[in-house]
């Protein structure tokens, strides 16, 4: 069973930064390709930025240079830095886990950024 959960969204104006957390357990190593997707109102879920097994990071065109991913193996969590945020960064953000050809998501967290 594996298991995410997400923390770290909330309120933030534009121009700032937050910094999320998913917490893994189960059966989540340190080579388990992990990510993140968001989703705003009305829109469909999307690409955030992801971890290979191999530990190569990809980053939507949408957020690079602004977002982080990074990943502590011996906390078995993942994090999404986020700077200079964006009114249109506002969205839910879900962490998820690829565990033998299963996708698992967490519950999600609300980030919102409006002055």
């Known amino acids: 069973q594996v298991q995410l959960v997400e923390s770290g969204g909330g309120l933030v104006q534009p121009g700032g930064s937050l910094r999320l957390s998913c917490a893994a357990s189960?059966?989540?190593?340190?080579?388990?390709?992990m990510g993140w997707h968001r989703q705003a109102p009305g829109m469909e879920r999307e690409f955030v930025a992801t971890?290979?097994?191999?530990?190569?990071?990809n980053y939507a065109d949408s957020v690079k240079d602004r977002f982080v991913l990074s990943r502590n193996n011996g906390k078995n969590t993942v994090y999404l830095q986020m700077n200079s945020l964006k009114p249109e960064d506002t969205a839910v953000y879900y962490c998820y886990g690829i565990v033998r050809g299963d996708t698992y998501w967490g519950q999600g967290t609300q980030v919102t950024v409006s002055s």
């Open positions: 971890i290979s097994s191999g530990g190569k990071i």
């Open positions: 189960g059966s989540i190593f340190s080579d388990t390709p």
